[in-house]
Nanobody, 115 residues
């Protein structure tokens, strides 16, 4: 059973920064892709950023230039560096890991950006 444990959420003022972490139980190379999603109140969950096993990344248009997804292979951890945060970034952020016949989610971490 794969476990994903997120941390790093919190309350920050608009314009500030936060770094989210997702610790994986096992090698991150065993997944085709790892990603961060978010879900704001009364909205659907949406993809924020993803990183493949070979290191290719993709981002939602709304976060391009402000957020960066990266990984520490030795620590089996994927990060989401969030800069220039906006009130609209307020949401619960979830870590996701995908591989053949498996799609795992973390418990989520709350990010609140005050305007």
């Amino acid at each position: 059973q794969v476990q994903l444990v997120e941390s790093g959420g919190g309350l920050v003022q608009a314009g500030g920064s936060l770094r989210l972490s997702c610790k994986v139980s096992g090698s991150i190379f065993s997944f085709n892709r790892m990603a961060w999603y978010r879900q704001a109140p009364e909205k659907q969950r949406e993809l924020v950023a993803g990183i493949t096993s070979v290191g290719s990344t993709n981002y939602a248009d709304s976060v391009k230039g402000r957020f960066t997804i990266f990984r520490d292979i030795a620590k089996n951890t994927v990060y989401l560096q969030m800069n220039s945060l906006r009130h609209k970034d307020t949401a619960v952020y979830y870590c996701n890991a995908e591989r053949y016949q498996m799609n795992a989610w973390g418990q989520g971490t709350q990010v609140t950006v005050s305007s």
